[in-house]
């Protein structure tokens, strides 16, 4: 299978600069993520590499085949990219049958007849349909008609796969289960794809590789734990899972780590957190920490840095987790508990922020 390669890609809506100036490579066989809030541009991207949408400068191209180029007068219509592509409205056609709806592409192809027949088989064996080609549309899950979407856009075997929030439409408990096939799926055959969500959860699962945007700019790209574990800006920090915000003031920077002063109702608490080169002494800071690199305690544990006495203010069982919402003087901390410990509203409990775990952001100053 080909590769993307996207360089300098520009879009604009009036004087909106929905898409200003990316560039960036899927690679073959590769699953790429688009993921962002709405509004960011990743829809549009993924419209432009379609052909859906027509750039204002860049270039877009597939393999060695250059498909839209404004510097060199290039454009070449959707129809003939051959790439495949799942929306989020299914568009499952209620007057055909499950087959009909699959073989659409191939008889656009003008696809003789009883090859559509074979290669509609295999494609809904290919998507655990099989033997429902002649199914009416209208008698469908939600499930069912994701899947028929999914067959219909791999049934004449493109090149490249773009998928637009195709879970969305799904219930919480389906889109599980069809974040795990789609990914299975994706890695069977090894067709290059685009995926779009504003799920993060869904982009860390079925990712190789993620583009986080923002404002029609890419934020950061890599693997979902490198994104996840080593944020380079406090928006990607922010949209990619829940975070605890402590302010605080630089008070030294040692070879090893930075001791930052916490600025709470309860005073000025001193807190270790991995070295960072850009922090000054007397710098204000905002530190950030996940729930999960932060631990409860009922007793004061000895030995660990960075112990805080807070006091239960919510307790929500999760099952096999309890979300807690703590307080320590003015500052809220939301921290994640083993379902075998439960701790009650009112409680005081001491929490341990892992010095390896806060990240470190200088502080915007107040207008």
């Known amino acids: ?8 890609l520009k879009k604009l809506f009036g004087k909106m600069k929905a898409v200003d100036g990316i560039s960036f490579e899927v690679k073959d066989g590769e699953l790429l993520t688009l993921l962002g809030p709405s509004g960011c541009g990743k829809t549009t991207t993924l419209r432009l590499i379609a052909g859906l949408e027509r750039p204002d400068g860049g270039e877009i191209s597939v393999g060695n085949k250059v498909m839209s180029s404004e510097e060199k007068k290039v454009f070449t219509p959707p129809e003939k990219r051959g790439m495949g592509m799942v929306f989020q409205s299914y568009a499952v ?15 656009l192809r003008h696809v003789p007849k009883d090859v559509q027949k074979e290669k509609v088989k295999s494609a809904l064996e290919l998507v655990g349909l099989g033997g429902l080609e002649n199914r009416p549309g209208t008698l469908l899950s939600g499930g069912q008609q994701q899947r ?4 219909r856009a791999l049934v004449f075997e493109p090149e490249i796969l773009l998928l637009d929030e ?29 995926y779009v969500t504003h799920d993060q959860a869904e982009a860390m699962v079925l990712s190789d590789r993620m583009l986080v945007m923002n404002q029609g700019h890419i934020e950061q790209e890599g693997n979902p734990r490198d994104i996840y574990d080593r944020p380079k800006t406090q928006f990607v920090m922010d949209f990619i899972g829940q975070v605890n915000y402590i302010e605080g003031k630089v008070e030294d920077v040692a070879s090893d780590k930075t001791l930052v002063r916490a600025l709470t109702s309860v005073g000025s608490t001193p807190l270790q957190c991995t070295r960072l080169e850009t922090t000054k002494p007397g710098e204000d800071v905002l530190l950030c920490i996940r729930p999960q690199d932060m631990a409860i305690y009922k007793d004061k544990p000895s030995g660990k840095a960075n112990v805080w006495q807070c006091t239960v203010k919510v307790a929500a069982y999760m099952g096999d987790h309890i979300e807690y919402e703590l307080v320590h003087g003015d500052q809220k901390l939301k921290v994640s508990g083993p379902g075998s410990l439960p701790f009650k509203v ?3 409990v001491y929490v341990e922020l892992a010095p390896e775990g806060i990240k470190v952001w200088q502080r915007q100053k107040k207008a």
């Open 148 to 151: 028929v979407a999914l067959a």
């Open 93 to 107: 056609w209620p007057h055909m049958t499950v087959g009909e709806n699959v073989a659409y592409p191939l008889a």
């Open 346 to 348: 009112g409680d005081n």
């Open 166 to 194: 195709p879970l969305s439409n799904l219930d919480a408990k389906l889109r599980e289960t069809m974040r795990l096939e789609l990914k299975s799926l994706q890695q069977r055959i090894g067709v290059t794809s685009v």
């Open 1 to 8: 299978m080909p590769s993307v390669k996207v360089k300098d």
